[in-house]
């Protein structure tokens, strides 16, 4: 399948290599058309790893997955273009997070309004899927490291796009627990997580972790 | 011990009918000195209850449980008195949330500040430790209910207090796993998992879970 992945940072690599590992074409999209980080990693992928601009990736790709920063998903996605995300599912792996206070991680936007509802809001012809955005990006996309089966959660408001990104999650990435926790709204739930992820990140000392939900 | 219970709804009486079970001698505090919850909740448990104002609370308690609705911990705490409250450990289990849209609950707090943070800054001679928030009541006090042993946390600037506290959920309520997440600046990290909480409330049709941290 032809795969776009918008921002060449961690997320975007690591989702990227696994995506061209599992056989797919990936073009990764940046600001600029020849991004250093995109032309290496295209080059070390050598097979079906290409780079353009974001437009270009949103052309390319079937299914696209969002990877940036949250600080500058909204633009990235406005430079994508609307026509190009057009009836295609965005997987929104995004945190809209304010690190200038390295003690204190904020949110931008959070409590009564979520980056997922305002890329839902700015492309409503796409559908957004919200996920994986609780999760350092190792674990994304090979949550079997962990030593128990832990969650991971989806929140859209297309119940088809959903379930194409279940799919997803489980077949590509082996995802076992997946919670779908309900419409673009509960992005307001996953993002908010991310001060306790990060408090976790600190109190373990690492970032190889995640969460699983234990019932009675 | 004497312990004071600020609070007489579900999750005061729960803490309260625990704590007199553990041969505790406990007050449950409200804003009247004869609150109808408190008084039919010190009735039922015959002996070691009784009940009076938040200041009476606060004056008979060595260790002072904050289990009032978040909307009015503040306002509960002042009338608890902060010569009351001097020199005390405050554990605060409170969450300020606003139910007023059922559909979408939010915080009168978060992000930058959290309302364990506040309690601190109103009392500074308390030490407050928050904790057992990210929980519904029978599992705060009852963690083996839950098939699997799963993760509690605690957040305070005192570590004094915190092992105290430590040592409280482990000895009477039986948490085993209680990760220490630093200064009371993280109860906006736990605080803010509400959302979290909530919309996995309604994905399980349950209340009766939590979570276990797992590392690789």
Known sequence: MNIAVLGSGQVGQTIGSKLVQLGHDVMMGSREEANPKAVVWAKEE???AVFGTFANAAA?????????????????LYLAGAANLKGKILIDTTNPLDYSDEKHWKLTVCNTDSLGEQIQRAFP??????????????????????????DVFVSGNSATAKASVIKILHDWFHWKRIIDLGDITTSRA??????LWRSLRLAKSSHSFNIKVVSH
């Open 46 to 48: 050598k097979h079906n």
């Open 60 to 76: 390319f790709g079937e299914i696209i997955f969002v990877c940036t920063l949250g600080s500058v998903t909204l633009d990235a």
């Open 125 to 150: 012809e796409a559908m957004v899927v919200k996920t994986l955005n609780t999760l350092y990006c190792t674990v994304m996309v090979d949550p079997e490291k962990l030593v128990e089966t832990t």
């Open 190 to 195: 996953v993002e908010m997580y991310a001060l």
